[in-house]
T-cell receptor, first 115, second 112 residues
Framework: AQSVTQLDSQVPVFEEAPVELRCNYS??????LFWYVQYPNQGLQLLLK??????LVKGINGFEAEFNKSQTSFHLRKPSVHISDTAEYFC?????????????FGAGTRLAVHP | GAGVSQTPSNKVTEKGKYVELRCDPI?????LYWYRQSLGQGPEFLIY????????DSGLPNDRFFAVRPEGSVSTLKIQRTERGDSAVYLC??????????FGPGTRLTVL
């Protein structure tokens, strides 16, 4: 069975500091990987996705993630965070099964950016 | 509208009551998903529709939960005899042939 582990439930960081949110997945088949952001009282918004090709994926709002197949990881990074990046971040794996894709999410990481 | 919409945004009900949650997907999106997000957790898959049919309902927790999509567009998630443990945010997402799922803002269900 596929699963996603987000190793940190909360990450506090100061404004303009770099940040890394960790994500590991388990799957016996090829996967697509996603990072979503959820601002308070809002729906999930796609930050970036890895489908194939280059293992370094760039997304919106200055975020990027690197797919590491050997370590089954897909960590999210940003070199300099802003107050407005405070939100919940979810890593997800999409597995093709029966002709369609289903998302399996991690428990989320709450990023708190302090001035 | 441009995005996925869900109504109501909030629903408070009493234990044992019946509730319906509605999802309007993006026009033209044939695939539709329901997820449930409990407090402090990531969304969990409930059911997937391709067109009018439920292609995978393996995530529905029990037979009190049911969903329909009669015309291949709007979907309704129905919960009978609600329990306090059903309290969560229910998310709907739709997708085209690409892999990206577009999420609605969710319905926050509170069962008293």
């Amino acid at each position: 069975a596929q699963s996603v582990t987000q190793l940190d439930s909360q990450v506090p960081v100061f404004e303009e500091a770099p940040v890394e949110l960790r994500c590991n997945y388990s799957s016996s088949v090829s996967v697509y990987l996603f990072w979503y952001v959820q601002y308070p009282n809002q729906g999930l918004q796609l930050l970036l996705k890895y489908l194939s090709g280059s293992t370094l994926v760039k997304g919106i709002n200055g975020f990027e993630a690197e797919f590491n197949k050997s370590q089954t990881s897909f960590h999210l990074r940003k070199p300099s965070v802003h107050i407005s990046d405070t939100a919940e971040y979810f890593c997800a794996v999409s597995v093709l099964s029966g002709g369609y894709n289903k998302l399996i999410f991690g428990a989320g990481t709450r990023l708190a950016v302090h001035p | 509208g441009a995005g996925v919409s869900q109504t109501p945004s909030n629903k408070v009900t009493e234990k044992g009551k019946y509730v319906e949650l509605r999802c309007d997907p993006i026009s033209g999106h044939t695939a539709l998903y329901w997820y449930r997000q409990s407090l402090g957790q990531g969304p969990e898959f409930l059911i997937y529709f391709q067109g009018t049919g439920a292609a995978d309902d393996s995530g529905l927790p029990n037979d009190r939960f049911f969903a329909v999509r009669p015309e291949g567009s709007v979907s309704t998630l129905k919960i009978q005899r609600t329990e306090r443990g059903d309290s969560a945010v229910y998310l709907c997402a739709s997708r085209t042939s690409s892999d990206e799922q577009f999420f609605g803002p969710g319905t926050r269900l509170t069962v008293l």
